[in-house]
């Protein structure tokens, strides 16, 4: 399955030095889901279509990159023990998951953060991207913004 970015990318761009995780704890399949739930439908199957070539290269290493890095920390965030036995011992405490709920509500925003500053970018720059459609973009059609739908 090819992918935008490689694990080891996703460990540089989504995870810190301190963390100490080996790059195993990514798959994939990982990337690849957050691809098509986070990133095809922003960017449209034309446009991911020729990211996936290597067209747009600043494009991607600017704004997708760092977008399917953070979605896909944001998958595998509750997936971290169990993937990483060494880290962690079996079973979790109320406040381990309280703590991993935490982690990923502050994971989901920075990530869809970078979903915004993406749709913006394209949005403000669509003549350089002939196969992006801006009124297929659902970020561009509603938004919740502290629990307020924001339909434009």
């Given at each position: 399955?090819?992918?935008?970015?490689?694990?080891?990318?996703?460990?540089?761009?989504?995870?810190?030095?301190?963390?100490?995780?080996?790059?195993?704890?990514?798959?994939d399949?990982d990337?690849?889901a957050?691809?098509?739930?986070?990133?095809?439908?922003?960017?449209?199957?034309?446009?991911?279509?020729?990211?996936?070539?290597?067209?747009y290269?600043?494009?991607?290493?600017?704004?997708?990159?760092?977008?399917v890095?953070?979605?896909?920390?944001?998958i595998?965030?509750?997936?971290?023990?169990?993937?990483?036995?060494?880290?962690?011992?079996?079973?979790?405490?109320?406040?381990?998951?309280?703590?991993?709920?935490?982690?990923?509500?502050?994971?989901?925003?920075?990530?869809?953060?970078?979903?915004?500053?993406?749709?913006?970018?394209?949005?403000?720059?669509?003549?350089?991207?002939?196969?992006?459609?801006?009124?297929?973009?659902?970020?561009?059609?509603?938004?919740?913004?502290?629990?307020i739908?924001?339909?434009?």
């Amino acid at each position: 399955m090819k992918t935008l970015i490689t694990p080891t990318e996703v460990m540089s761009l989504a995870f810190s030095a301190e963390e100490m995780y080996n790059v195993a704890v990514v798959t994939d399949l990982d990337i690849a889901a957050a691809e098509e739930r986070y990133v095809r439908p922003v960017v449209g199957r034309e446009l991911y279509a020729r990211l996936l070539e290597g067209d747009y290269p600043s494009l991607k290493d600017d704004y997708v990159a760092p977008l399917v890095a953070a979605w896909t920390r944001y998958i595998v965030e509750p997936l971290l023990a169990s993937r990483c036995d060494v880290c962690h011992e079996a079973g979790s405490t109320a406040a381990e998951n309280e703590a991993t709920a935490e982690r990923c509500r502050s994971l989901r925003l920075r990530a869809r953060t970078l979903s915004r500053a993406l749709a913006e970018h394209l949005n403000s720059r669509a003549e350089d991207y002939p196969e992006y459609n801006p009124y297929a973009n659902p970020l561009n059609r509603c938004s919740i913004d502290g629990n307020i739908v924001q339909v434009y």
